[in-house]
Nanobody, 122 residues
């Protein structure tokens, strides 16, 4: 069993940045892909960025170039460095993990964190 805990959310002005972190425990994530998802008010959860064990990444068009994703396989952690934040980035951000390659669909992920709130004011 894998436990995921997000941190780093908060309130920030438009144009600002936040670094979101995800700490995994329970077992090593060797070979696992990880991802960040978000759910904005009144919208469905959507993929933000994903990364595989080897560091290959994929991004939603809306965040490409603004939200680099990274992971530390020794520390079992993952991060999302958000920048140039916009009010439409306001959402609860979730960390997720799955055995195998990257995926962009919610059902593909086996483990989820509880989420961290990011609020961007205009």
């Amino acid at each position: 069993q894998v436990q995921l805990v997000e941190s780093g959310g908060g309130l920030v002005q438009a144009g600002g940045s936040l670094r979101l972190s995800c700490a995994a425990s329970g077992r090593t994530l060797r070979g696992y892909a990880m991802g960040w998802f978000r759910r904005a008010p009144g919208k469905e959860r959507e993929v933000v960025a994903t990364i595989n064990w080897y560091g290959s990444t994929a991004y939603a068009d809306s965040v490409k170039g603004r939200f680099p994703i990274s992971r530390d396989n020794v520390k079992n952690t993952m991060a999302l460095q958000t920048s140039s934040l916009k009010p439409e980035d306001t959402a609860v951000y979730y960390c997720a993990a799955r055995g195998g390659e990257m995926a962009t669909t919610i059902p593909a992920y086996d483990y989820w964190g509880q989420g961290t709130q990011v609020t961007v004011s205009s």
